[in-house]
């Protein structure tokens, strides 16, 4: 793959063994992150962006099987040790989740929290460490930084325990961000807030980011590529001005189409999606959106599409009638 | 025309059967118990010699073809007694926890459900109640009323009514905020409605589950208390007066000990290990994924 | 100030007041909201967390007592009723909420919970309520043979929507509260819902009260729109006017919010204004002031109330925004 990704995911799986069988939640999928860039995930519940990545985070729950590889700055996450595993973590790789009540210890002071990853990575001593606290509380957006030290996670808003879930994740300056639903849980003008503070912080200190989201709004205006996931795979990928412009899946349409948006006039009927997601326990033969699809023909259901190149080299998509294809480009 | 869920038909709504691996412990368990209760109810159709008969010249005789478990310190037949002995301890065990159920989850639903005073004058009254010493009470009770397996009954079941009012104000102060109860109340369901039909089905289950350890615990108590000489009075046997009266012959024939204590195991084994799959495979959210 | 509405209102809120006590502190959840609701219209009520506009929908069904202030439905004062006349009324007022799998008694089978309504409101032909109770699941698309003996974890979350929203439907009312429908469910299955509810008031001639905190899916379904913050109501007006010229800044800090799925409009750089205060101590007189550029003194000092600055559309704030 290409030898200048950050991140590179090849051919990754995860399966998990329930009551009622055997659960597909990623199925093969290929991903590749430049330094630097932000790459938007999207999809709906059940579309398995969570579980792809807690499986790049190396964070599957036990029962979980992964199979592909995960390249990360060169070196396969799969196969490195635990020990090793979490040198890299918080130094290479750091996560914000999407509920800050309960990814912050609720009997740990925000300053604790902090300082003990400071002083567990970078191996400051506490004076050193509490100034950096200080500094990535300024960092972020939170006044009164001082105090903040002292205090506990339910002490603070919703807004502020992101920001300082945020802090603590950049405190060990990682070369990747991985950021789960991360405004999902906050109210829209904080929303914007944290969004903000995001993309800032990332090009400051020129980091990669992953945004996974189920809001197609937040990654339209602050990542450079956009993967839509369906039933655990991945069935467009494409930089973000051409998804929006140019898509050729029609579950992107779809769901861009069903979002009702602010310029559209009071009482008109909304195109909505038929049906439901697919039971990612009961795998299908064919393509998951088939039954679902205005386009779908027989060919459709007794066969998975693979993702393939577009004209452009970076667009990919995984559907036999593409649409908005520009004229003479090869399917 | 509304967009209809035509996934509804292929996917076939598939719900989980509640045959989820109930193994070979529970089968086990459940045949011990059918065996302990039906023992218990044919006693007296049963071809065994009286439990009070004492035969003194055949005291603390071994297995024999006439006396299957031997005798004890009296001459009496080991199994007749064990027999009788199961009756008392199950009506014991299973009517006492009845008492607490009814009154114990009464009042820790209406405290859930109603809050305010009513709810902080429960619960004082129950930490009153369990500020009691509870032997302390049984032996003020026996004395003042006299021994009884009707006493005795009361007693315990008085002494339950706390753990199970707990148990019903929790499992009620949990659903008593969740929206399909607030949506009756919208309905203008009478707040005896919804206590009936909203909120008892859901909280009868942790209460089931709860009672049968119930069961299991008082089982225990009134063999404590009979051991002590304050349970059921003589000469009435009960497991727990077995294991008393085998103390003084643990030398000689510690089996007149072991048997009665063993039985009560594997009884209170039983009871805990029903209870607790019966709380686990009826839990409605964990048939769905 | 109210709007003229040319028939009596159905629903009317004046001056409400609901407050609640948590712990030593009291939570000013709706300070003196007032307005009106016609027949046939459906009113967004829209908010960010805190602001109060579920306990506004709850106190207008009287599930939550208000401290101070009336709501008359169809002339009737609900604040004064108790026990039965309220219970009777109360058919007629329906609620559909924001987690679908939790309004269903998970114990009950779906047949027996549509039929509740009917039952408590004294139908005693166990044929009639089956036959109505078959003809509203119809109604929002879902097989009463495949749904009526199923226990709700069966179902999606859009499903258990559609059964609430069957519930609500099943006694014919006249009005509906949505608080919040489609907030807990996928984006793809919003649109079916909000279809649906577009339908449903169409076919049995409903009012609603729309409560959510997304914008757009409000604008979507509602005639007028009403902003609140921090329990009190900021901006009042037909959905298409308020979206399209706020008069009031924190509509206007709203709407620019939102992230739009369009990347040619990249979002500009939001200027930090901060955390919303706690409902617990709000800010003397204008309750938006901490946070809005446009504040003096006079804001500080003066509670605003509700003006009219555009025909229809109606702003509580000093200085709004007029061109």
Redesign the interface.
């Known amino acids: 793959m290409n030898a200048q990704a950050l991140l590179s995911v090849e051919n990754a799986a995860v399966d998990l063994p329930t009551a009622r069988g055997n659960l597909r939640a990623v199925d093969s999928v290929d991903l590749t992150l430049a330094p630097g860039k932000t790459l938007g995930i999207v999809g ?2 059940g579309c398995g962006k969570t579980m792809l990545s807690r499986a790049i985070l190396q964070l599957l729950p036990k029962k979980a099987k992964l199979s592909g590889r995960v390249m990360f700055d060169g070196q396969d996450l799969t196969r490195l040790s635990p020990d090793a595993l979490r040198k890299l973590r918080a130094r290479s790789l750091a996560v914000v989740f999407q509920d800050p009540m309960t990814s912050l210890n609720p009997v740990l002071t925000i300053g604790t929290q902090l300082t003990e990853t400071l002083q567990e990575h970078l191996e400051l001593d506490t004076a050193t460490a509490t100034k950096r606290a200080v500094e990535l509380l300024v960092a972020v ?1 939170i ?1 009164a930084p001082e105090q903040r030290l002292t205090q506990y996670p339910h002490q603070l ?4 325990r992101q920001r300082v879930a945020i802090a603590i994740a950049l405190s060990c300056e990682p070369k990747l961000l991985i950021a789960d639903e991360p405004t999902t849980a906050l ?7 944290i ?2 503070l995001l993309a800032r912080e990332q090009r400051r200190r020129h980091m990669a980011m992953i945004i996974i989201t ?5 990654v ?3 990542t450079d590529e956009v993967a839509v996931m369906y039933a655990g795979r991945v069935v467009e990928c494409a930089p ?2 051409v998804l ?2 140019n898509m050729h899946m029609p579950y992107t349409e ?3 189409a ?5 310029d ?11 049906g ?2 697919p039971d990612p326990t009961r795998p299908m033969k064919g393509c998951s959106f088939a039954p679902r699809c205005r386009y779908a023909d027989g060919r459709c259901q007794g066969e998975k599409p693979r993702l393939e190149r577009a004209a452009t080299a970076a667009h990919q998509y995984a559907c036999f009638h593409p649409i908005k294809l520009a004229a003479g480009a090869g399917a | 025309m ?4 035509l996934s ?2 292929e996917e076939a ?1 598939s ?1 989980v059967r509640t045959g989820r691996r109930l193994g070979m412990l529970f089968w086990t368990a459940i045949g011990w118990m059918i065996l302990v209760f039906a023992v218990a109810i044919l006693a007296p159709l049963l071809p065994l010699p009286s439990p009070t008969d004492m035969d003194m010249l055949e005291r603390r005789a071994a297995f024999s073809a006439l006396h299957w478990l031997g005798t004890d310190g009296l001459g009496r037949d080991e199994l007749a007694r064990l027999v009788y002995g199961a009756r008392i301890s199950l009506v014991v065990g299973l009517c006492a926890p009845v008492i607490g159920v009814t009154i114990g989850g009464a009042l820790g639903m209406l405290a859930g459900y109603f809050r305010g005073r009513f709810e902080a004058l429960a619960v004082g009254s129950m930490d009153v109640l369990l500020a009691f010493p509870p032997l302390i009470f049984a032996l003020a009770v026996t004395a003042f009323l006299g021994q009884s397996i009707f006493n005795l009954t009361c007693v315990l079941g008085v002494l339950s009514i706390p753990a199970f009012m707990r148990v019903a104000r929790a499992a009620t102060l949990t659903l008593a905020r ?3 109860v ?9 707040h005896a ?1 919804i206590l009936l ?2 909120l008892l ?2 909280v009868a289950l942790p209460l089931l589950a709860f009672f049968l350890l119930g069961v299991a615990v008082i089982i225990l108590v009134e063999g404590a208390l009979s051991f002590l000489g304050l349970g059921v009075p003589p000469p009435i046997s009960s497991w727990g007066s077995m294991i008393g009266e085998g103390r003084e012959s643990l030398d000689v024939a510690p089996r007149l000990a072991f048997i009665p204590a063993i039985v009560m195991f594997l009884t209170v084994l039983s009871f805990n290990l029903i209870g607790d799959t019966l709380r686990a495979i009826t839990d ?2 964990q ?2 994924l | 100030m109210m709007q003229q509405a040319a028939t009596s209102p159905l629903l009317s809120v004046d001056n409400l007041v609901v407050e609640y006590v948590v712990g030593n502190k009291t939570v000013h959840a709706v300070s003196g909201v007032s307005f009106e609701i016609a027949r046939g219209e459906t009113l967004g009520l829209v908010g ?2 805190g602001c109060g506009k579920s306990t506004l929908g ?1 106190a207008v ?1 009287q ?1 939550r007592r208000a401290v101070s202030g009336h709501v008359r439905f169809d002339g009737e004062d609900l604040t004064a009723m108790q026990g039965e006349s ?3 009324i ?2 007629r ?3 559909i ?3 679908p799998i ?7 089978r779906i047949g027996d919970i549509i039929a ?2 009917l039952i ?2 004294g139908v005693k032909d166990a044929r009639e309520r089956e036959e109505r109770v078959a003809n509203v699941l119809n ?5 009463p043979a ?2 009526m003996g ?2 709700p ?4 979350g ?2 258990c929507q ?1 059964i ?1 929203i069957a ?1 609500a439907l099943v006694l014919n009312p006249d009005f509906i509260i949505c608080d919040e429908p489609v907030s807990a469910l ?7 819902i ?3 509810l ?2 449903m008031k169409a076919r049995f001639g409903l009012t609603l009260l729309f409560i959510a ?5 409000v ?5 007028r729109v009403a902003v609140m913050y921090l329990g009190r109501l900021c901006e009042v007006g037909p ?2 006017q308020l ?1 399209a010229r706020p008069a009031h800044p924190y509509t206007a ?15 500009a ?2 200027v ?5 205060p706690s409902p617990i101590a709000p800010p003397s007189g204008c309750r938006f002031r901490t946070r809005c550029p446009r504040a003096d003194q006079r804001c500080r000092d003066e509670m605003p109330e509700l003006q009219p600055v555009r025909p229809g559309q109606y702003a509580a704030c000093h200085h709004p925004l007029t061109d």
């Open positions: 709906e519940s957006g006044p808003s919703g807004g502020m109210d829209v003008t904080i929303q914007a807030q969004l903000d189920h809001d197609l709004g937040v339209a205006g602050r973000t001005p929006f412009k779809a769901l861009l069903a979002i009702p948006k602010l559209t006039p009071p009482h008109t009927a909304l195109p909505a999606i038929s439901r997601p | 509304a967009t209809l869920e509804i038909h709504v719900p969740r929206e399909f607030i949506a009756a109340q919208a309905l203008g369901a009478s409605r039909r909203e089905p859901n409605p959210r048939g769905a | 960010e967390s709850r069904l599930l309220l219970r009777k109360r058919r007022v329906q609620l909420f924001q987690d939790a309004s269903l008694n998970p114990r009950r509740e309504p408590i409101a109604a929002v698309g879902l097989d495949l749904v199923r226990l974890h069966e179902f999606s859009g499903q559609r609430c519930r996928d984006v793809s299955i919003r649109a079916q909000l279809n649906l577009e339908e905190h997304d914008l757009a899916v604008k979507a379904v509602s005639d959905s298409e979206f800090l709203l709407i620019e919010a939102i992230p739009v799925p369009d990347p040619d409009q990249r979002p750089e939001s930090p204004v901060g955390e919303p």
